[in-house]
T-cell receptor
Framework: AQSVTQPDIHITVSEGASLELRCNYS??????LFWYVQSPGQGLQLLLKYFSGDTLVQGIKGFEAEFKRSQSSFNLRKPSVHWSDAAEYFCAVGEFGNEKLTFGTGTRLTIIP | GAVVSQHPSWVICKSGTSVKIECRSLDFQATTMFWYRQFPKQSLMLMATSNEGSKATYEQGVEKDKFLINHASLTLSTLTVTSAHPEDSSFYIC???????????FGPGTRLTVL
């Protein structure tokens, strides 16, 4: 069975600083990997996804993520965070031919001035 | 990206009543939709997979007689919480799978409060 681990429950970053959110997955074949962001009381917005090809994926809002098969990781990065990036971030894994996603427990990002 | 809407965005009901939540894919057709439940500060828990024209598939532990799902068309799925109780209070989120991009798009969620 596939699973996703987000080791960091809560991260606090200063505005303008760089950010890295960790995501590790467990899956037998090549996974489909996603990062979603959820603002308070809102649904999830897709930031980026990885299916195949270039392991460095660019997303919206200046985010990127790198797929590392050897480490079973798909970490999310942003070089300089903005106050509006404060939200909950979820990593998810799916499989080809199966539309069901498995979500991690999420990382809450707080931005301080 | 594709848009998924939910209605209502929030609802308060009395214990014992039923509540219906609608999920619509606005600019694409979705043969498959998903219903999730999210408790405060927790992740999304998949409740069921809704398939157009057929019965929904429920995850283990989800009462199918309590959470009725109907996927009557390629753009609409409904979740009815029957005989709601306070423990059913939660944030319910639907999503639709957009096949051309192999991406799941989420609705804004419905906050249900049962008094």
């Amino acid at each position: 069975a596939q699973s996703v681990t987000q080791p960091d429950i809560h991260i606090t970053v200063s505005e303008g600083a760089s950010l890295e959110l960790r995501c590790n997955y467990s899956y037998g074949a090549t996974p489909y990997l996603f990062w979603y962001v959820q603002s308070p009381g809102q649904g999830l917005q897709l930031l980026l996804k990885y299916f195949s090809g270039d392991t460095l994926v660019q997303g919206i809002k200046g985010f990127e993520a790198e797929f590392k098969r050897s480490q079973s990781s798909f970490n999310l990065r942003k070089p300089s965070v903005h106050w509006s990036d404060a939200a909950e971030y979820f990593c998810a894994v799916g499989e080809f031919g199966n539309e069901k996603l498995t979500f991690g427990t999420g990382t809450r990002l707080t931005i301080i001035p | 990206g594709a848009v998924v809407s939910q209605h209502p965005s929030w609802v308060i009901c009395k214990s014992g009543t039923s509540v219906k939540i609608e999920c619509r894919s606005l600019d694409f057709q979705a043969t498959t939709m998903f219903w999730y439940r999210q408790f405060p500060k927790q992740s999304l828990m998949l409740m069921a997979t809704s398939n157009e024209g057929s019965k929904a598939t429920y995850e283990q532990g989800v009462e199918k007689d309590k959470f009725l799902i109907n996927h009557a068309s390629l753009t609409l799925s409904t979740l009815t919480v029957t005989s709601a109780h306070p423990e059913d209070s939660s944030f319910y989120i639907c999503s639709s799978w957009e096949t051309s991009t192999d991406t799941q798009y989420f609705g804004p969620g419905t906050r249900l409060t049962v008094l």
